[in-house]
C-alpha cells in the first residue's frame, strides 16, 4: 500500500472507529464468554489501533497482554499492552494464551492460509483457554453492500464459506450479533465505506454513485445515517 493510500486508509479507518458501537458491543459479548476462566495471557491478532484491546485489558484487567497487527496504527498503547508489528502467520512467540482474540482479521486470508491462521489460534491457547473469531455474516448489509462493487468472481464465496469446514474440526460455539456505525452524514459514510471496501478499492471508487445511493437508504431526517451490521461470533475452546 502507497503512502499516499496507507494515510486515507487509517484516516478512514480512525474514523471509523470512532463512529460505530462495535467495541462497546463486543467487549458485551466476550464478557459473557471469558467470564468463567482466570485470564492472566491475553492475544489480540489484527488488534488495529487498540481500541478493543484496551477495553478488554481494563474490563478484566489481565496483566500480560500481546497485540499485534500488519500496520502500525497506534504509538500510544498502554505498558501492560506489548505491540507487534507483524503478521499472524509468521508470528512466534514462547507463551501460550488463556484468551485469544480475532476481529475481522481472518477475512484477508485464503482458504489455506485461514485453515494455517485458525490451527495456530488453536494451538496457542492454554488448556481451557477460549479463543473468539468474529467474522461479517452473509447475511443482513454486508453482503448487499459487496454486492455493489466486488468483482463477481469474489463474491461466489464469503469467509463464512471458508471458516465454516474449518472451525467445524473444533470444539465450538456460533453467535451472531449486530453492531451499528453512526455517521453525521453521507459523507462522512461513504469514507466509512471506503475503508470497509478496502479488499477493492479501486472497484468501490468506481461504484461510489451506486454505493451513494444504497447508503441513502439508511439515512434518516436529519441527514444522518445508522448502518447495522450483522457479525458471526465464533468460540473455540481447548
Known amino acids: 500500500m502507497q503512502k499516499n493510500s496507507f494515510d486515507i486508509h487509517i484516516k478512514d479507518f480512525l474514523l471509523f472507529?470512532?463512529?460505530?458501537?462495535?467495541?462497546?458491543?463486543?467487549?458485551?459479548?466476550?464478557?459473557?464468554?471469558?467470564?468463567?476462566?482466570?485470564?492472566n495471557d491475553f492475544l489480540d491478532i489484527g488488534a488495529g489501533a487498540g481500541e478493543l484491546t484496551e477495553a478488554i485489558v481494563k474490563k478484566f484487567k489481565i496483566k500480560n497482554n500481546i497485540a499485534i497487527d500488519r500496520f502500525n496504527f497506534n504509538k500510544k498503547l498502554s505498558k501492560n499492552i506489548i505491540f507487534?508489528?507483524?503478521?499472524?502467520?509468521?508470528?512466534?512467540?514462547?507463551?501460550?494464551?488463556?484468551?485469544?482474540?480475532?476481529?475481522?482479521?481472518?477475512?484477508?486470508?485464503?482458504?489455506?492460509?485461514?485453515?494455517r491462521a485458525i490451527r495456530k489460534i488453536y494451538g496457542y491457547l492454554k488448556k481451557d483457554g477460549r479463543a473468539v473469531?468474529?467474522?461479517?455474516?452473509?447475511?443482513?448489509?454486508?453482503?448487499?453492500?459487496?454486492?455493489?462493487?466486488?468483482?463477481?468472481?469474489?463474491?461466489?464465496?464469503?469467509?463464512?464459506?471458508?471458516?465454516?469446514?474449518?472451525?467445524?474440526?473444533y470444539?465450538?460455539?456460533?453467535?451472531?450479533?449486530?453492531?451499528?456505525?453512526?455517521?453525521?452524514?453521507?459523507?462522512?459514510?461513504?469514507?466509512?465505506?471506503?475503508?470497509?471496501?478496502?479488499?477493492?478499492l479501486f472497484s468501490y471508487l468506481k461504484k461510489k454513485k451506486e454505493v451513494s445511493v444504497f447508503f441513502k437508504k439508511f439515512q434518516k431526517k436529519n441527514k444522518t445515517i445508522v448502518f447495522p451490521l450483522k457479525h458471526k461470533l465464533f468460540v473455540l475452546y481447548k
Open 171 to 200: 470444539n465450538f460455539q456460533e453467535k451472531s450479533f449486530y453492531t451499528r456505525i453512526y455517521a453525521r452524514n453521507l459523507r462522512q459514510m461513504m469514507k466509512i465505506g471506503r475503508f470497509l471496501g478496502e479488499k477493492h
Open 84 to 115: 507487534f508489528q507483524k503478521d499472524w502467520l509468521n508470528f512466534v512467540y514462547p507463551k501460550k494464551f488463556d484468551f485469544i482474540l480475532s476481529v475481522h482479521s481472518v477475512a484477508y486470508l485464503s482458504f489455506h492460509q485461514m485453515e
Open 17 to 39: 472507529r470512532g463512529l460505530t458501537n462495535e467495541t462497546k458491543v463486543i467487549v458485551n459479548k466476550i464478557s459473557k464468554i471469558i467470564s468463567p476462566i482466570n485470564i
Open 133 to 169: 473469531i468474529i467474522i461479517y455474516d452473509d447475511q443482513g448489509n454486508w453482503p448487499k453492500f459487496k454486492k455493489i462493487f466486488y468483482p463477481k468472481n469474489k463474491l461466489k464465496k464469503c469467509t463464512l464459506n471458508y471458516i465454516e469446514p474449518i472451525i467445524s474440526k
